[in-house]
């Protein structure tokens, strides 16, 4: 079935990296842009990076820009979000999410959403 | 970019009907057609109920619709049922600073 699977959380201190890895399956990934959306324990969600179907665009959201790199393998239906210099406020869940429409750059709205991988930062 | 302005709770009796209001600006909700919203359950992944504006993917009940009036868009939840109970977010793509932005949240509870 259609699924998106997120991996790589973990506990690290504050200054270190992690890698988190989105695997998809069930359809066409590399026809659609992914997004990445956290969620800080008990807070709402906060939009955080986008990769375009053909990886050839991205963007950032500001509080990550230029700590945080998103890139994609379509040969191995996979995104991935290279984390450095990590901050205690950058703990929460993370979730990939699929752009719903094909061949599209935008933010119309994520239709399949993977489970979320947890990150926690703290010395 | 601050996050679009929903309330921070709603309520309402099986069978009534609700509105969540999500507030922006011209950057996002108020330029562009692309307001989606989620609902989310504790511990779970959000689930799309709505996107541009108005649409209900398949599979979504009609009981949830969607509007927009300048900067402010709105979701409807009609003949409210238990299992509405969740948490729901706004979201928008942008323009400037960012890609996208979500509200806060809205609890939403049915008594």
């Known amino acids: 079935q259609v699924q998106l699977v997120e991996s790589g959380g973990g506990v690290v201190q504050p200054g270190k990296s992690l890698r988190l890895s989105c695997a998809a399956s069930g359809f066409s990934f590399s026809n659609y842009a992914i997004h990445w959306v956290r969620q800080a324990p008990g807070k709402g969600l906060e939009w955080v990076a986008v990769i375009s179907y053909d990886g050839g665009s991205n963007f950032y959201a500001g509080s990550v820009r230029g700590r945080f790199t998103i890139s994609r393998d379509n040969s191995k239906s996979t995104v991935f979000l290279q984390m450095n210099t990590l901050r205690p406020e950058d703990s929460g869940v993370y979730y990939c999410?699929?752009?719903?429409?094909?061949?599209?750059?935008?933010?119309?709205?994520?239709?399949?959403w993977g489970q979320g991988t947890k990150v926690t930062v703290s010395s | 970019q601050s996050a679009l302005t929903q309330p921070a709770s709603v309520s309402g009796s099986p069978g009534q009907s609700i509105t969540i209001s999500c507030t922006g600006t011209?950057?996002?909700?108020?330029?562009?057609?692309?307001v989606s919203w989620y609902q989310q359950y504790p511990g779970k992944a959000p689930k799309l109920i709505i996107f541009e504006v108005t649409n209900r993917p398949s599979g979504v009940s009609n009981r949830f619709s969607a509007s927009k009036s300048g900067n402010t868009a709105s979701l409807t939840i009609s003949g409210l049922q238990a299992e509405d109970e969740a948490d729901y977010y706004c979201s928008s793509y942008a323009t400037g600073d960012t890609f996208a932005v979500f509200g806060g949240g809205t609890k939403l509870t049915v008594l």
């Open positions: 011209s950057s996002d909700v108020g330029g562009n057609n692309f």
């Open positions: 999410g699929r752009l719903y429409s094909q061949y599209d750059f935008n933010f119309y709205g994520l239709d399949v």
